[in-house]
């Protein structure tokens, strides 16, 4: 007996490996889904890393200046980038509403006659802002920008008129406003996004390549050797869950170090290994999902329509895009239903802010129980299939 | 040279296909929908309700004046004081407050004498665009709140009263206009984007999927074997599928304005020419992809990726274009989801119609005869092997 066991576990092993090394075959094999994974954990997280910046960046403004003064002109001079970007004075308001249409410019800037006269003499007057919030959300931070620029103007010409400087403000009771903006000082929107799109990859992966590898065994009717075979449902599982595993592993370590840490400067902050333990528990909560996919279709094309079924309450309800603060009541308690919501809390935690266990206990509470409970429930599915089968 | 009823039976051998798969069949109208409602009703742009925690080292009339702008603000949710600054940034790391405010000792002491005193705000940088916007609304609380300060103060030493005093600090009053949403409703904005992001990724998808099907099932072999020309297979093999995203337009254009309330204030003829003409666009894309892969994994994977992120970040669904940087401008250039938002945008909440909007059609009419072109071309009735 105390001879056998190890046997059958040696055995066990063994036929593990060689299905594990039969599944990185196939998957090798295929030349064109090697490229899309490559370009997925490079290019595509590159991509999505450059040149996009979610704040209000350079837009443009066209001026109608009916004043032509020194105030007028220096009232136009402050709305430069990185917020605002000139685009040039027009003579009328058709002109500019032209512009608003076509999508030129996003705001236009109308300066009353007698701007500096009455700047001068002291009395109240009023420039008007046109803004395009077509974009609601840039809407309001153009209108927001351009409200401090225009108070800091008008603040700046208050003091000059009554002969105060910019040294005489030391004192005035004012407030001094310090703000630090804490992981993110520059608020570098690559390192957003990098991280974001890099999850969003291995959620994608992982969910799709097992339910593929599956699924296609059903199209295929290679499903049937595997049942004659003397295999059990989780020794035909488990190798081909293991082997995305080892890709989707190696990408995401390619991409951490060539694209996240080489390319954008993302700092990390926290242990890199914690941060690739996570992951692997992720990929395998997932796969769960990938499995249980593949059990409910008979091909592929039904598979990739149900994996984007799941991937989007999964993708939405994770916070990248609306953080739980902002979600609507119902939504907001769904989230503790999304694997990728305590993937992003502890992605972004150990890498951005440098938290460790200490702090993120719970949500790696809460990916394993959620994880470990999907898993069982793709286990559970595919034994039932196979079962049907016989 | 193209035969219409070889075309006919073709297309309608696929429908046949289709419609026998229920599951499909019911998943192409279901997803955009789907993905239409969560994304809708999930993707919440405002900046609202930040959760923030506060040491106030002064606790004076003053301190505590000062903080109720930020609690009874509806941009910020207070979760309560702390006692030390070292408390708050495990709150921080672990996400329950994105912002804390710190008021030193001295605050009202400082202030009542004349004399400037610091705040000083942390703020959660892990979502850059969301802190930004925070800092935004702290510096203009802080603005109004030295306005107020300063008139105080002048409406004191200059014995004039307080009115005249706010009226001599900010002798420039900024009128704001909101043009064509005004209330800034952001869920419009995100609703009329949604069409576009929509009917980008799911025509490839639904394309990809059923070309790659015949090749990797090998029933492909069948077409290679019959007389039918490339064109005619192109043409109807892909029939179903754009009559299937064209129905999608009319439910996604429903779903925005009925249940979303966005407004459509543009040329509803125009629009169906110009979704058309896009939806022609798209599937094309899912034909190329088919083409250059030959598992239906490879398919899903490849079509997913080179849509979702460029129709997100450079279609100025986000940003708009011009904001872009040039290398980005460019690529939003050679993508057709920038046109597209431009003609969704106009017509739903600009109302602009095609004489402003022709420019864009006219690029995704190239853009979709260009790939259909690329795609004939790349279609070999011989396989190499």
Known sequence: MSVQLPKKILLWLRRLRVLTAKELLQLFRDVALMFVIVYAFTMDIYIAGSGVSLQLNKAGIAVIDNDHSIASRELIYQFRPPYFRLNGEVLDSSTAMRLLDEGQVMASLDIPPKFQQHLMEGRQTAVQLQIDTSNAVLGTLAASYAGQIVGKYGLDAALDRAGLTAESLQVLPRIEDRHRVWYNPNQNDAWFFTIAELMTVITVLSIVLPAAATVREKERGTIEQLIVSPLSPIQILLPKVLSMIFVILLGTAVSIFLILGLVFDVPFKGSLPLFFAVTLLYVFSTAGIGLVAATMSRNLAQVGMLTIMILAPVILLSGVWTPPEAMPPGLRQAMYFSPLYYYIEMGYGILLKGAGLDILWDSLLGLTSLGGFIFTFGVWRFNGVLDESH | ?385
């Not at chain 2, 930004?132 to 107020?148: L, P, R, S």
């Open chain 2, 1 to 385: 040279m193209m035969n219409i009823r070889r075309i006919r039976v073709l297309a309608f051998k696929e429908w046949r296909e289709i419609l026998r798969d229920r599951l499909f069949f019911v998943l192409s109208f279901v997803v955009p929908s789907v993905l239409m409602l969560v994304f809708g009703y999930g993707i919440i742009l405002d900046v609202e309700k930040l959760p923030f925690a506060v040491l106030d080292q002064d606790r004076s009339e003053m301190s505590r004046d000062y903080l109720h702008q930020f609690m009874s603000s509806r941009y910020f949710d207070y979760q309560g004081d702390v006692h030390s600054e070292q408390a708050l940034s495990p709150l921080i790391a672990d996400s329950k407050i994105r912002l804390a405010i710190i008021i030193p000792e001295n605050f009202q002491k400082n202030l009542i004498a004349g004399r400037p005193s610091p705040v000083q705000t942390l703020i959660d940088g892990t979502f850059p665009f969301r802190a930004q916007t925070a800092k935004g609304y702290v510096i203009a609380i802080n603005a109004a709140k030295n306005a107020e300060l300063m008139a105080k103060w002048i409406a004191q030493k200059q014995g004039v009263t307080l009115e005249q005093a706010r009226a001599l600090v900010s002798p420039v009053r900024l009128e704001l206009r909101y043009l064509y949403n005004q209330e800034l409703n952001s869920r419009w904005s995100v609703a009329a984007a949604l069409v576009m992001f929509i009917l980008m990724v799911s025509p490839p998808f639904l394309t990809a999927l059923g070309v790659v099907r015949e090749k990797e099932n090998g029933s492909i072999y069948n077409i290679y074997t019959s007389t039918v020309s490339r064109g005619e297979f192109l043409i109807g093999k892909l029939l179903p599928y754009i009559g299937i995203s064209i129905i999608n337009v009319f439910i996604l254009w429903l779903m925005a304005t009925a249940l979303f309330g966005a407004p459509f204030k543009g040329d509803p003829l125009f629009f169906i020419l110009a979704s058309v003409v896009y939806v022609v666009c798209t599937t094309g894309i899912g034909l190329f992809v088919s083409l250059v892969v030959h598992t239906q994994v490879a398919a899903m994977i490849m079509t997913a990726i080179i849509t979702v992120v460029p129709s997100v970040l450079y279609s100025g669904l986000l940003v708009p274009v011009s904001s872009l940087e040039a290398a980005a401008q460019i690529e939003a250039h050679l993508f057709p989801a920038m046109y597209y938002t431009n003609i969704v945008l106009g017509s739903f909440i600009k109302g602009v119609g095609f004489e402003v909007l022709w420019v864009d059609l006219f690029m995704l009419v190239i853009y979709a005869s260009g790939l259909w072109l690329l795609s004939f071309f790349l279609f070999r009735k011989t396989p190499k092997a």
